[in-house]
């Protein structure tokens, strides 16, 4: 009887694998000659990071102007003087100072030159720009008067912590004041510097 069984079960075994064995042929009658579509697995898009530009930093320190307190650049000083052609007399007109451009006289343009005897001296620049603009005004009203210029003092280093701006001011007020001292009076071309105070000795 134990064997009877053990046949039925081999005999359901196989009868199972044939049905199992016909299916997978059947369905591989239907999707053979069948084109699968291709999945195509999805590009990984990497998000966009923006990086901030920095801005370079100058390691260089901030230009100071000429005329400020705190420059310790090369400065001088330039007397303008006036000539009355007729007599010959000549006498200060102006007492100004600079941080600009000095120059030898070849280096000046052809209408600023001056004579060869002249030519190694230094000159302001800014002074002879001046002194141009006084001459045509001269020249425009018939004055029989001539102006030029030379430099008067000149600060390119100082001791003690003062800036070489603010010693040039200095030897400007010095000069407007011993002017005044002699001739009682500022010279007519300077409105500033003020002479310093000082009494009188009769």
């Given at each position: ?139 425009a009203?018939?004055?029989?008067i ?42 007519t ?14």
């Amino acid at each position: 009887m134990k064997d009877h069984l053990r046949n039925f079960h081999l005999l359901a075994i196989g009868v199972a694998l044939v049905n199992i064995g016909v299916l997978e042929t059947e369905l591989y009658g239907q999707i053979r000659g069948v084109r699968l579509p291709v999945v195509k697995p999805k590009a990984v898009v990497k998000p966009k990071v923006s990086i901030p530009k920095t801005t370079s930093v100058s390691a260089s320190k901030p230009r100071i102007n000429g005329n400020s307190l705190a420059s310790n650049r090369s400065q001088h000083m330039y007397g303008i003087f006036r000539t009355n052609k007729s007599s010959g007399r000549t006498s200060l007109y102006k007492v100004g100072i600079s941080g600009g451009k000095i120059k030898k006289n070849h280096e000046l343009p052809s209408s600023m030159r001056k004579p060869f005897s002249a030519g190694s001296r230094d000159y302001s620049v800014r002074g002879l720009s001046q002194v141009q603009k006084l001459n045509r005004a001269a020249e425009a009203k018939g004055k029989n008067i001539r102006y030029s210029t030379r430099i008067l003092k000149k600060v390119d280093n100082t001791k003690g912590g003062t800036t070489t701006r603010k010693a040039i001011l200095g030897y400007e007020k010095q000069a407007v004041t011993k002017y005044n001292l002699l001739r009682g009076t500022s010279p007519t071309g300077n409105k500033l510097p003020r002479s310093a105070k000082f009494s009188r000795i009769n």
